[in-house]
């Protein structure tokens, strides 16, 4: 696809279940970034892969927050036993360098509501 | 770590005027500056951002001011248009690390025809 690529674009979770949300990124792009962003807030930084590399998620909230990207391309935030204050827009973003300090692609974002 | 901060929150003006939004940073080893702009559902989409190296960039109806010593750096509008109504987000990377952004809690524009 041309963009970085979401799934779902809305989901419900029952509190305590457990969620996986998708992120395809512009093919051949290195960084891949997971941003959380609550309603009428920014966006905030969760974690960072150079390729398949984690090589920060220092912006996890807790240990129910997992994320990989095993070969370097596709990635997917795990979240379990969700919590209402788990509920937000998850953004995903990639770019074609390390880091982002050139221009960032992001997805449309999963929105997910804790019920 | 970098704490970036944004002003004002909401921001209307009348078709045709400027508008400014103002952001300062906190991190003097931020050295990279963009602004998105973020529709109602839809994604942030980067509209100009800004290097350490130059003081001023412009693009058309925007532009961008950094003063690295003061930690503060602008985006402008002018000319405005009702398609320009939405969100708009600074944000700051640290050269260091991820380099991931730093975002402003935002600015609503609303653009009155």
């Known amino acids: 696809g041309a963009g970085v690529s979401q799934s779902p674009r809305y989901k419900v979770a029952k509190r305590g279940q457990d969620v996986a949300l998708r992120c395809d990124p512009i093919s051949g792009h290195v960084s891949l970034f997971w941003y959380q962003q609550a309603l009428g807030q920014g966006p905030e930084f969760l974690t960072y892969?150079?390729?398949?590399?984690?090589?920060?998620k220092s912006g996890l909230p807790s240990d129910r927050f997992f994320a990989e990207r095993p070969e370097g391309s596709v990635s997917t935030l795990k979240i379990q036993r969700t919590q209402q204050e788990d509920s937000a827009v998850y953004l995903c973003?990639?770019?074609?360098?390390?880091?982002?300090?050139?221009?960032?692609?992001f997805g449309q974002g999963t929105r997910l509501t804790v019920v | 770590g970098e704490n970036v901060e944004q002003h004002p929150s909401t921001l209307s003006v009348q078709e045709g005027d400027s508008a400014v939004i103002k952001c300062t940073y906190s991190?003097?080893?931020?050295?990279?500056f963009p602004w998105y702009k973020q529709e109602l559902g839809k994604r942030p989409q980067l509209i100009i951002d800004i290097r350490s190296n130059v003081g001023e960039k412009k693009d058309q109806r925007i532009a961008v001011t950094l003063n690295k010593t003061a930690k503060h750096f602008s985006l402008h509008i002018t000319e405005t248009q009702p398609e320009d109504s939405a969100v708009y987000f600074c944000a700051a990377s640290i050269q260091t690390g991820a380099n991931n952004l730093f975002f402003g809690t935002g600015t609503r524009l609303t653009v009155i025809p």
């Open positions: 991190d003097s080893a931020s050295n990279y």
């Open positions: 892969f150079q390729n398949e590399a984690q090589l920060d």
């Open positions: 973003a990639s770019s074609p360098t390390r880091g982002m300090n050139t221009e960032a692609f």
